[in-house]
């Protein structure tokens, strides 16, 4: 199967912009699960069409060559 097309597009007001890091120390303190919400890759300034779950982290499938994640609360 192929990956993915990467788009790209400005990051909606109705996210919230964190750091790849900031984003993990948050999902591994129990501070975002997967009920809460999901998120997207993104840079500095916008966003992907590539999602991005907590329990991704768990499962180890984090794509660390994202500087940034927009996340998206229920």
């Given at each position: ?11 909606p ?55 940034h ?6």
């Amino acid at each position: 199967m192929p990956k993915k097309k990467v788009e790209m597009s400005p990051i909606p007001k109705y996210g919230d912009l964190f750091t790849m890091k900031d984003w993990l120390e948050c999902v591994e303190c129990g501070g975002f699960i997967d009920y809460d919400g999901y998120g997207n890759y993104a840079t500095e300034t916008e966003r992907s069409n590539i999602e991005v779950r907590p329990s991704d982290v768990k499962k180890g499938k984090i794509d660390k060559t994202w500087t940034h994640v927009v996340w998206y609360n229920r």
